[in-house]
Structures are given as structure tokens and as C-alpha cells.
């Protein structure tokens, strides 16, 4: 069953011509669903990432952040307002959204993938948005998602050393954000806040030593992008839910940790 999960995922192929070596199509889709509804997912993803972390896998010198848009199918759109039932659940409504992280541009329905990653190219934590939304408010979301359990117990690891991230995520709030915590960032700086900053001057406070080398490894996030959107089902949105399609992500995420 989750050979269907997993070659649906790679080849983007409607769940109803799933073959039948996997079983039936309906059961294959819906433990998909209830898995990504009740966090099976993310418990396997924190699962991988303990191991990893607990072997020494894990680089926490820099964390980079940036987001991707894909381009959402026709049949992704249409879902129900009236929230789905888990079965099993008691009748628990299943996590969703009201705008199913699904947004118009000039080339239709767009939802956005926000990510974090390590510098070995593997996601740290995810995020789904509708594609207008900006990135820079995204940082701290993506960020509190951060948490790589223990195995020998304590606290899950949730900061890294360094955060990266281009100009989209250089604003006042998350540089507070990052020193609050305690966390070195490496961004570049927008011009018109460094002419406000210039223009203000000791008020506008100290520059923000940004070192275009450590910069240079931001490309290790766009390379998990990359290794993501190598699967169908991600590179395209097929998905009404924006939980079941979190789900198809954090799935490949799981893979690219595991063959790490």
C-alpha cells in the first residue's frame, strides 16, 4: 500500500489508475488521506530526522529557507467547504483550510511550498500557502516547525546555527526574530531598507554584515527544491486538500532523507 502511495506520488497519476498490484485504488487513497490528517506523516518525517541527527547526519551550521510556487491542476480546486470527516476519528473534522492554500494568478491556481533546509539538502520543515502569499512572513512559521527529537530524551533540536534566506525574507521582524533567539543569519539587505537605515542614521541601527560567502551555500536549498519537484505529484498539485497535499510532500521529504 504504500508502494501505491509512493509511485502516485512519483508519477502524478490520478488515484483511480493506481494499478492493482497496490491494491485498490480507494484504500490506497484513503490511508494517504487519514495518514496526512492525523500527523502519521510528520511523525515518520521527525522519526527519520531523530536517527539522522543522532548519527551526526543532520549539518545544523546552516539552515536556508526559500519557497517554491507549483502550479495547481483543475481538479485541484472544487473542494468542499463543509469540513471532511476521519472515519474511525469519532467524527473528528480533518485539519484543512478555509482557502485550501490555493491562489489565482495570470496562470491560475498557485499554492506555494515554504521549506527549510539542512546543508546536506534534506527538508527540516514545510509549509503550504496560497502563491500570493509573501515569504518574508513565512520565516518564523517555518522555523517553529523546526524540531528533530532526541532519541536519548530532552528537548527536540529546533535551532540551528546559522539561517539563510534571499532578499524576500529580509525585514525588521525577522531579524528581531533571529537574535531573539539567538540564531546568526546571513541576508541580504533590500536597498530601500538600507537607505532607511542610512537615511536614519544611529537611529536606524548597525549595518548587517552580510558575508557573500557564507551566502554561497544558499544553494543547498534550492537543490532540495529541486529533489522535491522530482516527483509529479509535487512539481504539480493534484491535491484538493491542503492537507493531503502537505501530506504528498512531507512524504517526499521522507524519501530524500531516507536515501541520504
Known amino acids: 500500500m504504500i508502494n501505491g502511495i509512493l509511485f502516485r506520488q512519483r508519477t502524478g497519476i490520478p488515484w483511480r489508475d493506481v494499478p492493482p498490484r497496490f491494491g485498490k485504488w480507494k484504500t490506497v487513497y484513503e490511508r494517504h488521506r487519514r495518514w496526512s490528517a492525523d500527523g502519521t506523516w510528520e511523525r515518520l518525517l521527525r522519526a527519520v530526522q531523530a536517527d539522522a541527527d543522532a548519527e551526526g547526519r543532520i549539518d545544523w551550521t546552516m539552515v536556508s529557507v526559500d519557497s517554491t510556487s507549483c502550479r495547481a491542476h483543475q481538479h485541484a480546486a472544487g473542494a468542499r467547504r463543509r469540513p471532511a470527516r476521519l472515519p474511525g476519528r469519532r467524527g473528528r473534522p480533518a485539519q484543512h483550510r478555509d482557502d485550501e492554500a490555493l491562489g489565482r ?90 537607505a532607511d537605515r542610512q537615511r536614519r542614521g ?59
Open 105 to 194: 494568478s495570470r496562470g491560475g491556481l498557485v499554492c506555494k511550498i515554504h521549506l527549510a533546509s539542512d546543508g546536506g539538502r534534506r527538508p527540516l520543515a514545510i509549509v503550504i500557502t496560497p502563491g500570493q502569499w509573501g515569504d518574508a512572513p513565512q520565516l518564523i512559521p517555518v522555523l517553529e516547525r523546526i524540531r528533530v527529537p532526541r532519541p536519548s530524551g530532552g528537548h527536540p533540536r529546533t535551532r540551528p546555527d546559522r539561517v539563510s534566506g534571499d532578499k524576500a525574507y529580509s525585514s525588521h521582524h525577522n531579524r528581531r526574530y533571529l537574535r531573539r533567539r539567538q540564531i546568526k543569519h546571513t541576508t541580504p539587505e533590500r536597498k530601500d531598507q538600507r
Open 202 to 260: 544611529s537611529a536606524g541601527g548597525r549595518p548587517t554584515g552580510f558575508d557573500s560567502t557564507t551566502y554561497r551555500r544558499r544553494n543547498e536549498v534550492e537543490r532540495t527544491i529541486n529533489a522535491l519537484k522530482g516527483l509529479r505529484a509535487v512539481a504539480s498539485r493534484f491535491d484538493k486538500r491542503a492537507y493531503v497535499f502537505h501530506g504528498t510532500v512531507t512524504v517526499s521529504a521522507v524519501r530524500l532523507w531516507i536515501r541520504s
